[in-house]
């Protein structure tokens, strides 16, 4: 089945700067790869997602990137903010399969 | 958009005993699936819920366990049996809405304590 890897586990950025984090697919079938923010006890919430036939993708200070020959993608936040301050997993979604495996997150920390 | 309602949001039981958890999504949808999440990991998938047939379950889970109806396009139950503290975690619905091919939405979760 799919195995999705996830860093880093934890990221701490100056607020205002960019954040990155990448995430590696195991299946070579997979074809859609979404992202999640998850606060502090409430419910994953998606935040952007790419398919496979598409290289990035953009929505205001959030873009991912894709590289299917490589099998990884990446979430890019400019301009960080508090706000920003989250639990963020990567998934995928394999060829064949219906539900995501999920990266196993990245604690991001917007340092005042 | 949509709203999926799961009930209840948090419950402890007795080890040896079932808990049903409910998940009802307002809006049309084709797929629905259970997550399991382990307080401070990541997210799992149990199962995908079918319509009107059997489950289709994860390597490591299986019906005996974990048994999930989904007797319309927007109602699932999982039902978690025999439980043991080790079942102690948050789970979750999501849906795939009709005319999408995006798990956009989770339902807010329940939290299983076994005692």
């Known amino acids: 089945g799919e195995n999705v890897e996830q860093h880093p586990s934890t990221l701490s950025v100056q607020e205002g700067d960019s954040a990155v984090i990448k995430c590696t697919y195991s299946?070579?079938?997979?074809?859609?790869f979404p992202w999640y923010k998850q606060e502090l006890g409430k419910r994953p919430q998606l935040i952007i997602d790419?398919?496979?036939?598409?290289g990035e993708k953009k929505d205001q200070r959030i873009a991912v990137t894709l590289n299917k020959t490589a099998k990884h993608f990446s979430l890019h936040i400019t301009e960080t903010q508090p706000e920003d301050s989250a639990v963020y997993f990567c998934a995928a979604r394999g060829g064949g399969a219906d539900g995501l495996t999920f990266g196993k997150g990245t604690h991001l920390i917007i340092q005042p | 958009s949509a709203v999926i309602s799961q009930k209840p949001s948090r419950d402890i039981c007795q080890r040896g005993t079932s808990l049903t958890i409910q998940c009802q999504v307002d809006s049309q949808v084709t797929m629905m699936f259970w997550y399991r999440q382990q307080p401070g990991q990541s997210l799992t998938l149990i199962a995908t819920?079918?319509?009107?047939?059997?489950?289709?379950?994860e390597s490591g889970f299986v019906i005996d366990k974990f048994p999930i109806s989904r007797p319309n396009l927007t109602f699932s139950t999982l039902t978690v049996s025999n439980m043991s503290p080790e079942d102690s975690s948050i789970y979750l619905c999501?849906?795939?809405?009709?005319?999408?091919?995006?798990?956009?939405?989770f339902g807010q979760g329940t939290r299983l304590t076994v005692v």
């Open positions: 999501s849906a795939r809405l009709y005319g999408t091919n995006t798990e956009a939405f």
């Open positions: 299946d070579s079938a997979s074809n859609y």
């Open positions: 819920a079918n319509q009107g047939s059997e489950a289709t379950y």
């Open positions: 790419i398919r496979s036939n598409v």
